[in-house]
């Protein structure tokens, strides 16, 4: 079960999110990304299926190409990931995340859009585990 808290911040949008896996937190964050981008409750299932594995050197850095990537495939692709399934693993070059998307055409949602994001940023960036649970603090560049 996954906790999300979103964060006051004076010029950004944050969030934090709590799971019982690594996996958990990114699935979480990817949910937080969502709310942020879009008003109200999208659908549970996407009409299509996409793999994506992205690699990186530590899980914070992972955490930001993550959201990155969906904020790519949102604005650019036209492709809204409204249900996802990660799974990470160590890497030679430090972590890997290999994701099942489920995503809906942005045409679908287009009347909930609240408006872009830029970026997910490193600013008080935090990708931990305390106490058998996994938490993440991201800021959102809008």
């Known amino acids: 079960m996954a906790r999300l808290r979103m964060?006051?911040?004076?010029?950004?949008?944050?969030?934090?999110?709590?799971?019982?896996?690594?996996?958990?937190?990114?699935?979480?964050?990817?949910?937080?990304?969502?709310?942020?981008?879009?008003?109200?409750?999208?659908?549970?299932r996407g009409r299509r299926r996409e793999r994506l594995a992205l690699a990186a050197p530590d899980l914070e850095t992972l955490m930001v190409r993550w959201l990155d990537e969906l904020i790519y495939r949102v604005q650019t692709r036209g492709e809204v990931p409204v249900r996802t399934r990660v799974r990470l693993t160590a890497a030679p070059e430090g972590r890997r995340l290999e994701a099942e998307l489920e995503l809906l055409p942005f045409e679908e949602v287009r009347d909930r859009f609240a408006g872009e994001v830029k970026a997910a940023t490193y600013h008080g960036l935090v990708v931990e585990e305390a106490e058998g649970r996994f938490r993440a603090r991201v800021i959102l560049d809008v």
């Open 7 to 44: 964060l006051e911040h004076t010029a950004d949008v944050g969030f934090e999110v709590e799971a019982d896996s690594l996996g958990g937190v990114f699935e979480a964050a990817a949910a937080a990304l969502l709310r942020v981008l879009f008003e109200g409750e999208l659908p549970r």
